[in-house]
């Protein structure tokens, strides 16, 4: 990320100047809800900001990925990624719940560098044990978690939801 562009984890003490990333409901978690999920320990919300404002956030959670939440094949794949010993019926993840680039420095590539920061972050300074980053992708970003190297749980879309269930592997940055 450029110099001048810093991460911050978000505290209660924080205050937030406008942001606008073109999606209401990413607005509104950032401004109205970052800070009770933070106090009910729900996720914990980063801010990328620089001197004078909000370029973006994401926030992160734990979650799993199951057999229940996946099709037979992909559930395959994800298996053979481990030693047959080391099978489970879950594995540990870490969910981005939201992520937000602010109006201003869409289109900069700031969504991808933000993706490699958490897959980094996670395989570098990763507290639990934690294999996949999954995300719960809009249609409209599908393409852009693919280019990120995510790829879908199922095969279709599931019926009744808005969005597409997606992992990615940490496995494959560890050398």
Known sequence: MEDNIRIVRLTQDYHFSSFDCGEGDLNDFLLNDAKNY???LLSVTYIIETD????????????????????KATWRKIKNIFPHRKHRKDYPAVKIGRLGISKNYQRHNLGSEILYFIKRLFVTNNRTGCCFVTVDALPSAIGFYQHNGFRPLLKEKPVESVTIPMYFDLSTLID
């Not at 973006?56 to 939440?69: A, L």
């Open 38 to 40: 933070l106090k009910h």
């Open 52 to 71: 004078q404002d909000i370029v973006g956030y994401f926030s992160v959670s734990n979650d799993r990925i199951s057999f229940e939440d996946s099709d």
